[in-house]
């Protein structure tokens, strides 16, 4: 349609006609509405973005974006991503997917497409519970975490899904929250620039089975004290007056008063830096723990490295250089053919 | 010296030695040479699932069977005229397929104390006088071998490794074949080793000039070329030509080949074959677990491609739900089964029937799919070009169903030219009129959706797992839509009967007492078996099943011309449960499930018993 043409996309133009079905008040419908504002942005046209989704409650996303989109099956949206994008690697693809779908019973389809780092995007709606089967524990609930499956407490040490995705050779890893859109949106962006596989972990309310789950970094009387918005080329400061400041003691990150502190001393964020990268991702101390570091929040790593998809195509270049164009009569015929009379 | 030369109408060999002997690629040597003299051929390797099982043990033989003739040769044979052990475990496991007065070719040196030991006798066979039935041609062939290769600067271990070019040497002198076509061979796969093309070549030389000067033999032998429909012809084996009818569907159909996989015997040289082929727009992909190689094959077919994946029985049994959801998204995928022993990691490297009701009936709900089943090596291409079609026209998940026999056995193959194939039209939406909204489970008259794939303008739609609104696609859970969509799903795949040709009586009584009703890879075996009993003078007839889901429209109808049905299989009864279900006929199962194929005595036998009964 040539109108499309000349009229630029808004956010609008991406929503469908699907009742949204989440629970009022869920996080997921803010992100949605972020996903839904930053896709005008990608300069890409409608049909040539796609959703796909495994199972659960974040998994429903796709029915909402008017791309094409697959509500597949429960873990494995990353492995029917990888076979998309193989096919059709020039397709910009976004993955929906939450806590029990890509850390549990995806596990294996999530490291593999780190590994291979296709690019694509993955948003993890982390709510640490199990919400569509209505409220047992996750791989990402914390230890003790009580739950209809858990009475006595979750007997799981959790997973750390950013450390986890670092290990696997992540290329883009980053953190964002559903209760700063502001946030949320700046990291979806940087994500969907990427070339590569995307990993973003949205901390993510559900506010049925899992209220406040994230609070201490989302209310306003703690989010200061407790979070860290890694800028690109800057300290690491925050607090209530941005008067604290991460430092390296060797190889170990301690808090300090910034006032106070030698700015030498002070950890400037790198995201291109791996080790630092390493240090980051592992601060994941129990917020009610004495002597915890911040967590942190926007990108932790960016790296370019090869996609698996381009290097497909370039082996199908170079067998075709190399072999000539497939002849399906000389393939049937094979060399070493006798004639009956 | 000059020999006789007798004339033979058929022979059976089995190589059989230790699985580090090399005798498969013998037997394949042997095979090659045999089908470019124009011989029918039937093969079928025999093969231990360990890679290496300990040295000299009967666990650790490897076998290859092969019959070739200048008559019709549908099987690779029951017993064998020629058994050459390598060692005194293959000779055990091995002498008792041997035809009285048949040829033993024996390496003595694989028959010392600990080969013995290991074999359990207590004294040596060769010294036994129940070996007086048989003509046992001994030769050292160890010492001949080192013999041959004193001068070539390799050591032992490496000398020994050509010792089966003496034996393939041997026997083409025996059965008067030239070495051209494997010295080529050996050209080609020691390119980058100079020392072994030499040495390989030496000994298989040596082999040849040994039969010529040692006494061994009064006469040679000959088999002349087969009188196969003229054409030409190359030899194949099965899990090559489902990769080639795979290949050939994606070129005819004008859709690049995705095959996502994960290695699995024996399934893994359909892998093997396609991404040789890259240069066909083939993207093989080796997904990280059997679930990961199923739901790359729904994205790939979702963008559009042909989308394939092959696995056996466990395999399967892991893709199961993300097959569920090919069914639930009618995309067109075709699903592989090259079928192995069963259940559970069962016997790997045998063959069996066994996962048809895995097929049929191996998903959660009511998911019908079409399936589809290959019965003899080169048969898989007509099947998996079938598969594809299907897929494609009907858009739906196919079933192929092959199994370790056919997988790995070979015949010659009358290839056609990619004209004679049939055209294979993909459902892609039509031309897109602004106006109309697009609606993704809209049917045409065969039931079938059209496919729009992404990168399409103005087709933006979403599919999923959940149950779908009829014609919308929209999810839904209104009960009477439910009812519809599960009973629409079975009425397309009902309907393909429409598109595939009338069931017809492959060989013998077109009506009479008894029906032979197969499917699979007991083809060969049940039609040597019914043309015997045609002979004798019995009415029995020969219906093969191609298309197992749904079933050719006529087949009832030709069921009700016959007293008795008997449906042979490789399984403890399976298609004759779906026929008994769908015909309320009272078919019979006649069942072998030792892993390995019947044989046509055993066919035949249950044939006479049914005469005799009635």
């Known amino acids: 349609?040539?109108?499309?043409?000349?009229?630029?996309?808004?956010?609008?133009?991406?929503?469908?006609?699907?009742?949204?079905?989440?629970?009022?008040?869920?996080?997921?419908?803010?992100?949605?509405?972020?996903?839904?504002?930053?896709?005008?942005?990608?300069?890409?046209?409608?049909?040539?973005?796609?959703?796909?989704?495994?199972?659960?409650?974040?998994?429903?996303?796709?029915?909402?974006?008017?791309?094409?989109?697959?509500?597949?099956?429960?873990?494995?949206?990353?492995?029917?991503?990888?076979?998309?994008?193989?096919?059709?690697?020039?397709?910009?693809?976004?993955?929906?997917?939450?806590?029990?779908?890509?850390?549990?019973?995806?596990?294996?389809?999530?490291?593999?497409?780190?590994?291979?780092?296709?690019?694509?995007?993955?948003?993890?709606?982390?709510?640490?519970?199990?919400?569509?089967?209505?409220?047992?524990?996750?791989?990402t609930s914390p230890e003790g975490k009580v739950t209809k499956s858990t009475p006595i407490g979750s007997l799981d040490h959790p997973f750390n899904p950013l450390k986890l995705c670092l290990g696997a050779d992540s290329t883009f890893i980053a953190r964002t929250m559903d209760r700063d859109p502001k946030h949320q949106r700046d990291v979806l962006l940087q994500g969907s620039k990427h070339v590569g596989t995307s990993m973003i972990e949205i901390y993510q309310n559900c506010n049925v089975f899992n209220d406040g789950a994230f609070e201490v970094f989302t209310d306003k009387g703690t989010k200061l004290q407790e979070t860290l918005f890694l800028e690109s080329g800057k300290p690491m400061i925050f607090g209530a007056e941005r008067e604290k400041a991460i430092a390296l003691d060797g190889t170990t990150p301690r808090v300090v008063n910034l006032a106070e502190a030698n700015e030498s001393d002070l950890m400037i964020h790198d995201e291109t830096n791996h080790f630092q990268a390493q240090v980051l991702t592992s601060f994941f101390d129990n917020p009610k723990d004495e002597g915890r570091l911040p967590r942190p929040f926007g990108v932790f790593y960016a790296e370019d490295r090869y996609r698996y998809e381009e290097a497909m195509e370039e082996q199908i270049a170079f067998a075709t250089e190399k072999m000539g164009k497939g002849n399906l009569d000389q393939l049937l015929r094979g060399n070493n053919v006798w004639t009956v009379d | 010296m000059t020999k006789q030369v007798e004339e033979k109408q058929e022979v059976t060999i089995v190589f059989a030695g230790d699985s580090g002997d090399g005798i498969q690629l013998t037997g394949t040597q042997f095979t090659n040479t045999n089908a470019l003299y124009g011989n029918d051929i039937s093969t079928f390797p025999n093969y231990p699932a360990e890679i290496r099982a300990p040295q000299g043990t009967l666990a650790g033989v490897s076998g290859f069977q092969l019959k070739f003739g200048s008559i019709e040769v549908a099987t690779p044979g029951d017993d064998c005229d020629v058994l050459v052990a390598m060692n005194a475990a293959a000779f055990k496991v091995n002498i008792a397929r041997l035809k009285k007065h048949g040829t033993i070719i024996i390496n003595s040196d694989g028959f010392n104390a600990r080969d013995l030991k290991l074999a359990g006798y207590e004294k040596s066979p060769l010294e036994d006088k129940s070996l007086n039935d048989y003509r046992t041609i001994q030769i050292d062939v160890t010492k001949m071998t080192r013999t041959a290769l004193e001068d070539s600067g390799l050591g032992k271990k490496e000398m020994d490794r050509s010792r089966n070019m003496f034996v393939l040497g041997f026997l083409y002198y025996m059965y008067s074949r030239k070495l051209e076509g494997t010295i080529e061979f050996i050209k080609l796969k020691f390119a980058k080793k100079p020392e072994l093309i030499e040495a390989n070549v030496n000994v298989l030389k040596a082999g040849y000039h040994f039969g010529d000067t040692s006494e061994v033999f009064t006469s040679r032998y000959n088999v002349k070329a087969a009188s196969l429909p003229s054409g030409s012809y190359r030899n194949i084996m099965g899990n090559q030509a489902a990769a080639l009818g795979l290949i050939a569907a994606s070129q005819k159909s004008g859709l690049d080949l995705f095959y996502g996989?994960?290695?699995?015997?024996?399934?893994?040289?359909?892998?093997?074959?396609?991404?040789?082929?890259?240069?066909?727009?083939?993207?093989?992909?080796?997904?990280?677990?059997?679930?990961?190689?199923?739901?790359?094959?729904?994205?790939?077919?979702?963008?559009?491609?042909?989308?394939?994946?092959?696995?056996?029985?466990?395999?399967?049994?892991?893709?199961?739900?993300?097959?569920?959801?090919?069914?639930?998204?009618?995309?067109?995928?075709?699903?592989?089964?090259?079928?192995?022993?069963?259940?559970?990691?069962?016997?790997?490297?045998?063959?069996?029937?066994?996962d048809l009701l895995q097929a049929y009936y191996g998903r959660n709900g009511e998911a019908p799919m079409p399936i589809v089943s290959a019965s003899t090596p080169s048969d898989c291409f007509n099947a998996a070009y079938e598969a594809c079609r299907i897929a494609l026209e009907h858009m739906t998940p196919v079933f192929l169903l092959s199994d370790g026999y056919i997988a790995n056995g070979s015949e010659p193959w009358k290839f056609p030219s990619s004209d004679e194939l049939p055209s294979i039209t993909p459902k892609f939406v039509p031309t897109k009129n602004d106006d109309e909204t697009y609606l993704p489970y809209k049917r045409n008259e065969n039931l079938v959706r059209d496919w729009a794939l992404p990168g399409m303008k103005g087709y933006e739609h979403r599919i999923g797992g959940l149950e779908k609104e009829i014609d919308t696609g929209n999810v839904s859970y209104d009960p009477d839509n439910h009812e519809k969509m599960v009973r629409i799903r079975a009425e397309k795949i009902a309907k393909i009967a429409d598109s595939i040709p009338l069931q017809k009586v492959n060989h013998g009584a077109e009506k009479g007492e008894v029906l032979m009703l197969s499917w699979g890879s007991t083809f060969g075996v049940v039609k040597t078996a019914v043309k015997q009993c045609n002979a004798k003078g019995m009415a029995v007839g020969h219906i093969h099943l191609t298309y197992l889901s749904p079933f050719p429209k006529n087949l009832g109808d030709l069921l009700k011309n016959y007293d008795h049905i008997i449906v042979p299989e490789i399984n403890n009864g399976q298609l004759v449960k779906i026929i008994r279900d769908q015909f309320l006929v009272d078919a019979k199962g006649l069942n072998k499930i030792k892993g390995i194929p019947f044989s046509t005595k055993e066919i035949v036998e249950a044939i006479e018993q049914k005469f005799e009964l009635a």
């Open chain 2, 261 to 354: 996989s994960y290695p699995i015997t024996p399934a893994s040289d359909i892998l093997h074959e396609l991404a040789k082929h890259k240069n066909f727009g083939v993207r093989s992909f080796q997904a990280e677990d059997e679930i990961a190689a199923m739901c790359s094959v729904i994205g790939a077919s979702f963008g559009g491609k042909l989308g394939i994946t092959a696995s056996s029985g466990p395999g399967i049994a892991l893709k199961g739900e993300a097959i569920g959801l090919g069914i639930m998204l009618e995309l067109p995928m075709v699903i592989v089964n090259v079928q192995r022993g069963g259940p559970s990691t069962g016997l790997p490297t045998k063959t069996e029937q066994a």
């Open chain 1, 1 to 139: 349609m040539s109108e499309t043409l000349t009229k630029p996309l808004t956010a609008k133009d991406f929503a469908t006609d699907q009742d949204v079905r989440w629970c009022p008040g869920c996080g997921d419908y803010s992100i949605l509405k972020q996903v839904q504002s930053i896709m005008p942005e990608l300069g890409r046209d409608k049909e040539d973005i796609v959703f796909i989704s495994g199972i659960g409650c974040s998994s429903r996303f796709p029915y909402y974006m008017n791309t094409y989109g697959m509500h597949s099956i429960h873990g494995r949206a990353t492995a029917v991503a990888s076979g998309l994008k193989i096919s059709r690697p020039e397709l910009s693809v976004w993955i929906i997917t939450g806590d029990g779908d890509a850390l549990s019973i995806g596990g294996n389809h999530l490291i593999h497409m780190i590994r291979r780092n296709f690019d694509v995007n993955i948003l993890l709606f982390n709510n640490e519970i199990y919400g569509l089967t209505k409220g047992q524990y996750s791989p």
